[in-house]
């Protein structure tokens, strides 16, 4: 009789509850596909242009996109889903967007990571006002 170690069943389990988040936490960080994680795919209609204030910004949680307008009055749109563990953000406080998955927070003018863990930019999307609303998506 050869002499294998044993192994107990609390190890099985462990090791079986731990393998699928692994894979879980692997692929929810990095969507892959080279494109916008969650941004339009198509345009889209988001709604009124006067919904966006000079120097403001509006977060539109069903296209996953925030619309900012420039003193300018130039528009600029981001798609919201966080570039650390594709999560999409929910809240937005001023021109602050901050992600409630792990509190990584960015400028809905510019994009740019204001607090780690993020460390990319959120992508920029195509939007334009057209006849008094603002589309936003390929070919906007």
């Not at 863990?117 to 998506?137: D, Q, Y």
């Amino acid at each position: 009789m050869s002499a294998r170690p044993s192994v107990s069943r609390r190890t099985v389990l462990r090791g079986a509850a731990l393998a699928p988040v692994a894979g879980i936490g692997l692929t929810a960080c990095s969507p892959g596909d080279g494109k916008p994680a969650g941004a339009p795919t198509a345009p889209v209609e988001l709604g009124a242009e006067s919904e966006v204030a000079q120097g403001g910004a509006k977060l539109y949680r069903d296209h996953n996109v925030v619309v900012s307008r420039a003193a300018d009055g130039s528009l600029k749109a981001y798609s919201t889903i966080c570039t650390h563990a594709a999560c999409p953000i929910n809240k937005l406080e001023g021109t602050k967007l901050i992600c409630p998955c792990h509190g990584s927070e960015f400028d809905a003018t510019t994009g740019e990571v204001l607090q780690a863990p993020a460390t990319v930019a959120l992508s920029e999307v195509a939007v334009k006002a057209e006849n008094g609303r603002i589309v936003a998506g390929p070919a906007a």
